[in-house]
Structures are given as structure tokens and as C-alpha cells.
């Protein structure tokens, strides 16, 4: 069973950084996808930013060239890197990684991110 564990979420004022770590036990490069979620209280489960295998990249409108995902396969962690965080950011972050040629798909536990304006 593949566990995912997030990191590095905390309480940080408006135009501040923050940078989310995932640990991904076993191999991060069995995976074709590799995504990070947030959900805030009362809303619906967005994805913020998906890395697909081939380098291909995408983020939600409401954070485009503020955040930026990556991977180190050498550690089997994936980051979200946070930059010019607003209020309306703060939520629970979780990362999601799948390999969908066999139908698996796994989920963190999700880390706070609480932005103060």
C-alpha cells in the first residue's frame, strides 16, 4: 500500500511563502500523474496544480505564477512551492499521485494552510 504524507503547511500572513512537501513511500517515477488538491471549509475539493508525465504542467486560474509544483525521484517527494499567498489560499492541501495504465490512485492526509490578510 502506497502512503502519501504532506508537510510544511503552517499559519503565514498574506504575500508570504510557503513550500508543501509530499513523501511518497516506494517510487515516485511509477506514477504518470501527480497532483495537488486543496479544499477550504464548505468548498468543493479543487485541483490547484497536475503534473503529468512528459513534463506537462497545469495550474487553477487563482493560482497561476504564484505557485509551482515539482519532484525530486531521489527523495520520492513531490513539493508545491507557494508564492504570494492571499486569505482566499487557506485550506487543506493534499497531494494525489496516480498511475492510471493500472488504475491505482493515492491520497495524502491533507496539511493546513491558514493565510492571515
Known amino acids: 500500500q502506497v502512503q502519501l504524507v504532506e508537510s510544511g503547511g503552517g499559519l503565514v500572513q498574506a504575500g508570504g511563502s510557503l513550500r508543501l512537501s509530499c513523501v511518497v513511500s516506494?517510487?515516485?517515477?511509477?506514477?504518470?500523474?501527480m497532483n495537488w488538491y486543496r479544499q477550504a471549509p464548505g468548498k468543493r475539493r479543487e485541483v490547484v496544480a497536475a503534473?503529468?508525465?512528459?513534463?506537462?504542467?497545469n495550474y487553477a486560474d487563482s493560482v497561476k505564477g504564484r505557485f509551482t509544483i515539482s519532484r525530486d525521484n531521489a527523495k520520492n517527494t513531490m513539493y508545491l512551492q507557494m508564492n504570494s499567498l492571499k486569505a482566499e489560499d487557506t485550506a487543506v492541501y493534499l497531494c494525489?499521485?496516480?498511475?492510471?495504465?493500472?488504475?491505482?490512485?493515492?491520497w495524502g492526509k491533507g496539511t493546513l494552510v491558514t493565510v492571515s490578510s
Open positions: 494525489n499521485v496516480r498511475d492510471s495504465w493500472k488504475g491505482e490512485d493515492y
Open positions: 516506494g517510487s515516485l517515477v511509477r506514477f504518470n500523474s
Open positions: 503534473w503529468r508525465m512528459g513534463g506537462y504542467e
